[in-house]
């Protein structure tokens, strides 16, 4: 079966500091894609960044960068340098199925302290 | 470049009314979802439509929700009668046509969030 899991469902941080958000995938295809949104209380959700499963660097962009593990399949977002308005729910999310049909995990309320 | 615009941000009915939402996605993108979001929940899949056709509706109650994209462009989600576990957030998103060799990202629009009462 197709799943997401994100096991934290909240997050604290220190403003400055780097975070890693945990994201944990099960799928049997062998090409798929991972995505990370965030979701500000405004409710639209921002793409961040993405991993193809063939993809043998890990992504980055910007403060962001996803640590892509295939054989431990995980896929955890790195912020570094947390910002106040960094405050958010952020989602993990895997294309499968030769689809670009996403599959959400259930998210991860970050707080960022000053 | 405008991103997808969403219209009502907020609805409440009472049980049994009907309900319709707007989407209008970013132009040029040929995709078009509506998820739906509980709370405390990631967003789900509700329909797919690639132009006007939609290719995956297989997560609509198609007793109450109905959707269309006429013209492939804009497109309306709509649920007659609304129930009280209908309460949700309600998102729109498009994409470029996924090619298989590339993964488009879905583009979200901010929603609509529905209270049944």
């Known amino acids: 079966a197709q799943k997401i899991t994100q096991t934290q469902p909240g997050m604290f941080v220190q403003e400055k500091e780097a975070v890693t958000l945990d994201c944990t995938y099960d799928t049997s295809d062998q090409s798929y894609g991972l995505f990370w949104y965030k979701q500000p209380s405004s409710g639209e959700m921002i793409f961040l960044i993405y991993q193809g499963s063939y993809d043998e660097q890990n992504a980055t962009e910007g403060r962001y960068s996803l640590n892509f593990q295939k054989a431990r399949k995980s896929a955890n977002l790195v912020i570094s340098a947390s910002q106040l308005g960094d405050s958010a729910m952020y989602f993990c999310?895997?294309?499968?199925?030769?689809?670009?049909?996403?599959?959400f995990g259930a998210g991860t309320r970050l707080a960022v302290h000053p | 470049e405008a991103g997808v615009v969403q219209s009502p941000r907020y609805k409440i009915i009472e049980k049994k009314q009907p309900v319709a939402f707007w989407c209008n996605p970013i132009s040029g993108h040929n995709t078009l979802y509506w998820y739906r979001q509980n709370l405390g929940q990631g967003p789900e899949l509700l329909i797919r439509y690639e132009n006007e056709e939609a290719v995956d509706d297989s997560q609509l109650p198609k007793d109450r929700f109905s959707a269309e994209r006429l013209k492939g462009v804009d497109s309306t989600l709509k649920i007659q009668p609304a129930e009280l576990g209908d309460s949700a957030v309600y998102l729109c998103?498009?994409?470029?046509?996924?090619?298989?060799?590339?993964?488009?990202?879905?583009?979200f629009g901010p929603g609509t969030r529905l209270t049944v009462t």
């Open positions: 998103a498009s994409s470029s046509r996924y090619t298989g060799t590339s993964s488009p990202e879905q583009y």
């Open positions: 999310a895997m294309r499968t199925g030769g689809y670009n049909k996403l599959i």
